[in-house]
Structures are given as C-alpha cells and as structure tokens.
C-alpha cells in the first residue's frame, strides 16, 4: 500500500495522511497512520469525520499540524469556496 511504501522509503512511520476522501482516511487508518480530513474536497464532511478529525481551512490544518500560528496567513488567498492557495 502507499503508505507503507513511503514509511519504508523515508524510514519513518511518524506520517499524517492529509485527505478529501474517505478512501484517503481509510488507507491512513488501515496502515496505523495518523489522518486528517479537509472539508473542501470530494466526500462529505459527515463523513470524513467517522474516519479521522476535519479541519475548514488551511489555517486551521496549520494549527493543528503546529506549522502555523497565526489566525490567517498573510501568504494566503481564497480561490473558490472553501478553497484557500499558497501565493
């Protein structure tokens, strides 16, 4: 699987699966990896968050992640409903 690929690859099992998709979580969840869901993808967030926590925004995946502290980054822009992109 592909999360096992990269754990043998980069000889490391501290990973946190970044996923729009139940499929994304599922494969985290099956390889004992840590995941988060992002609420602007393809399933719903209901969804989502019977596999792992979902965040709402770059910001708030930052934070939790703990690259990032600051309410919104100022090298952030929307781009679309739900949708935020790095400058």
Known sequence: DLLHAIMEATGTEDLVMIGDTTYDLEMAHAAGVK??????????V???REWAPVVDSVAELGRLLGVCTEEVSPDLHDSGP???TVN
């Open 35 to 44: 995941a988060i869901g992002v609420a602007w993808g393809h399933h719903p």
């Open 46 to 48: 209901e969804r989502l």
């Open 82 to 84: 739900g949708r935020r």
